[in-house]
């Protein structure tokens, strides 16, 4: 028994941290941003070559392309998930926290940057006893 807890223990924190979406905006904040984006000079090409392709693709009711880049950067070895373990063999579910890094730009018909916005946050997400 105590080598199964052992492997458990040791399979979920090897599972528990995940970043997922564009590295490219990974150490992206709003001034890093500023400095990288201008508004009405940064064309959409030199914006895919700066980040590559976008997380999502959306469209104004006028037809101006939004594109949407996305980063996490999150890790389930928390105190709720490692309680779960020890106790119900991770039965009770699991937590995990971390930061989201979301860029956003709207471009005109000329597809050049017509607005840009970049948010840090911290997020959380859990199963079982720890879903929101």
């Known amino acids: 028994m105590k080598k199964f807890l052992v492997l458990?223990?040791?399979?979920?924190?090897?599972?528990?941290?995940?970043d997922v979406g564009n590295?490219?905006?990974?150490?992206i904040d709003s001034d890093k941003a500023e400095a990288t984006l201008t508004e009405g000079v940064t064309?959409?090409?030199?914006?895919?070559?700066?980040?590559?392709?976008?997380?999502?693709?959306?469209?104004?009711?006028?037809?101006?392309?939004?594109y949407k880049y996305q980063y996490d950067d999150t890790s389930a070895f928390t105190v709720e998930t490692v309680t779960s373990v020890i106790f119900t063999l991770g039965l009770a579910g699991t937590k995990s926290k971390g930061n989201r890094n979301e860029l956003t730009i709207l471009f005109d018909e000329n597809d050049v940057v017509k607005k840009f916005n970049m948010s840090n946050s911290d997020i959380e997400a859990g199963t079982l006893l720890f879903a929101d």
């Open 8 to 18: 458990l223990v040791t399979f979920n924190f090897l599972i528990s941290c995940a």
């Open 23 to 27: 590295k490219s905006i990974k150490d």
């Open 43 to 66: 064309t959409k090409a030199e914006v895919e070559a700066i980040f590559g392709d976008p997380y999502e693709t959306t469209f104004t009711d006028g037809g101006q392309i939004i």
